[in-house]
């Protein structure tokens, strides 16, 4: 081929044009972001963990009555909010009304019967002794008594026969043994009025036994009262009736379930592997997605791990012990508390489904 055929066959082929200079630059920025997002990558995969086997908690309070009745009134409806000490329902309390009523009656006669136990004790302090005293004072006018009879007994016996007369004898022996006889009474009477101190002490434990019997009154009147203000179920804390079961005119018992109050305050519970845990601490940083909602983007931290893993805690943990082993990678619960995201005009009921990742940082 001739220099001449060379040239055309030269001139014959397209010219190739150089790479602009704009186009040349985005691909060099593509391929930085592609080359700083791998290494990114690789530096925050050892340094997030998340799980899918987490779920929303709370704290729901079961309400149950104290005493027994027909519900006279139902307050709350279903998925409504109340407030600490709001009423919920009133149970038919004329019974225990009239229960409080018969109460305050025996304490008052319980009381009165004390007051009067009281009056005799002031009373016993004073005559006891004072009856001993007299028993005392008659058996010693009675001995000198039978010390005059018995005197004239031995003068009518020792004085001749001439001196003296049969009916005089017979006088003085009749004497003798009055005087005798009015002695033992007196003694007798003296020996009932000598335990001074322990007639005392029956009326003062007497005291003490009605004392006994108005406290049991009071508490019995306590009691009356309390069952009378438990008619009225008031809600413990704030937070939205759950679970309802009651309507009015039904019969309730005492601890029978009624409803449940589920607290606002919710938070996460995860159940991260075991494997997860070696850099996790409270106080860091979660991110959280919400199956039911996912526009919606939580953040919170970690609050605190459980000290065991979810199997310790089963109605029939493991026994490792027995039987063939295979070991299984365990669960511990972490519970992430909430710090921003959450819509007010949004629930976010208990045990909804959500995958939370934490920064280990």
Request: proline share 5%; charged share 20%.
């Amino acid at each position: 081929m001739s220099n001449t055929d060379k040239q055309e066959e030269a001139a014959a082929q397209p010219t190739r044009q150089p790479m602009p200079r704009k186009k040349r630059i985005a691909l060099v920025a593509v391929a930085a972001l592609l080359v700083a997002g791998g290494a990114a990558y690789t530096v925050m995969s050892g340094r997030e963990v998340s799980t899918d086997d987490a779920y929303t908690d709370g704290r729901a309070i079961t309400i149950a009555p104290h005493v027994a009745g027909y519900v006279a009134e139902l307050d709350v409806n279903d998925n409504q909010f109340v407030h600490k000490g709001q009423v919920l329902i009133r149970v038919e309390c004329t019974d225990y009304v009239a229960t409080r009523e018969h109460a305050r009656g025996a304490l008052e006669a319980a009381q009165g019967q004390l007051a009067a136990a009281q009056a005799d004790l002031s009373l016993a302090k004073v005559t006891y002794p004072a009856k001993y005293a007299a028993a005392q004072a008659t058996l010693a006018s009675e001995r000198a008594d039978l010390f005059k009879a018995e005197s004239e007994y031995q003068r009518q016996h020792g004085i001749p026969k001439e001196a003296t007369t049969s009916h005089d004898i017979d006088f003085a022996t009749a004497d003798r043994n009055a005087a005798q006889s009015d002695v033992a009474q007196a003694q007798a009477q003296a020996r009932i009025a000598q335990p001074v101190q322990l007639n005392i002490e029956e009326a003062q434990a007497r005291v003490e036994q009605l004392q006994g019997q108005v406290k049991l009154a009071q508490g019995d009147l306590e009691q009356a009262k309390l069952n009378v203000g438990w008619c009225n179920v008031t809600a413990p804390q704030d937070g939205w009736i759950t679970k309802r079961g009651v309507e009015k005119g039904d019969y309730v018992q005492t601890g029978q379930q009624i409803f449940a109050i589920v607290s606002p305050q919710v938070w996460i519970t995860a159940n991260f592997k075991e494997t997860q845990l070696a850099h996790m601490h409270p106080g860091q940083r979660v991110t959280i997605d919400v199956d039911a909602y996912p526009d919606l983007r939580l953040k919170g931290h970690v609050d605190s791990i459980q000290d065991g893993s979810g199997g310790r805690f089963t109605a029939f943990p493991a026994e490792n012990a027995t039987g063939n082993f295979v070991k299984i990678v365990q669960r511990v619960p972490v519970k992430i508390l909430i710090d921003s995201g959450l819509n007010p005009n949004q629930p976010l009921p208990l045990n909804l489904s959500v995958e939370p990742t934490v920064e280990l940082k």
